[in-house]
């Protein structure tokens, strides 16, 4: 077992045990702070990756702007933060069961995923339905704007 | 060496259980870092394939910096909506904003 793998798998265990902790942490602050350790092991992963461009870009845009955010909201909407009553809907169970079938049954995604990203297949739409989620988004933004009247 | 099945498994794994945050939480910013969880997973796939496939095509890095563009303005547009809504309704309980329930 070499350096590397032994990184990795720190790695992995780290950042996935922080994930599962945000998404069962009672109190939001304590999930945005595993978040923000989730996010840091995922970057951890691409510096594996050889990707150190992405690496900066995660510390600086997921983890500077992403997670203050998030604080920020969480601290905005404060009064479901201190929430005592249950943290997850009823039907929380089927939610494990989803993930857990598709944790096991991605492989007939395989033909769309490649006719997607194909040059002669869907690229082109690929990249107008990204072009207009963002017009879509900034839409949104001007929607939510506060109006003072 | 590290092979690409092991960032495969952990970014399903990671992907699985930001889908779980999504499914389960109540509270609309809980299930906003789910979201994220499961882009970061989607990133870290996108990264490995193009590391391990085609390092020298610039592709798979363009899709990577495009997940990154749409997740910071999916949070950005998010949260305004939740401080909107909250402002209106004074809950980001997923379970209470139910106006369009029939």
């Given amino acids: ?149 | 060496m590290i092979s690409l099945s092991y960032y495969l498994v952990f970014s399903a794994a990671l992907f699985c259980i930001g889908l779980y945050g999504v499914l389960a939480r109540k509270n609309a910013v809980a299930v906003l870092m789910g979201i994220e969880l499961m882009l970061n997973a989607v990133i870290v796939n996108v990264l490995a394939f193009w590391r391990f496939r085609t390092p020298e095509l610039i592709a798979g890095q363009a899709f990577a910096v495009m997940v990154f563009a749409v997740a910071a303005a999916e949070v950005a547009v998010g949260l305004a909506l939740f401080i909107s809504i909250y402002r209106r309704r004074h809950t980001v309980a997923a379970d209470e904003i139910d106006l369009l329930k029939w």
């Fill in chain 1, 1 to 149: 077992m070499t350096a590397m793998q032994v990184v990795f798998l720190v790695t992995a265990v780290v950042t996935l045990g922080g994930a599962v902790m945000v998404v069962t942490a009672r109190n939001l602050v304590h999930a945005a702070l595993w978040l923000i350790l989730t996010l840091f092991g995922v970057a951890v992963m691409f510096a594996l990756l050889n990707a150190p461009f992405f690496t900066v870009v995660q510390v600086v845009i997921y983890i500077g702007a992403i997670s203050i955010l998030m604080i920020f909201a969480i601290m905005l909407t404060r009064r479901v933060m201190q929430d005592s009553g249950p943290q997850v809907n009823p039907g929380w169970w089927m939610s494990i069961l989803l993930a857990l079938l598709l944790f096991g049954g991605v492989d007939p995604l395989l033909a769309l995923g490649k006719a997607l990203v194909s040059p002669d297949g869907y690229v082109l739409p690929f990249e107008l339905a990204s072009v207009l989620l963002l017009a879509a988004l900034i839409g949104a933004i001007v929607v939510a704007w506060e109006k003072k009247s």
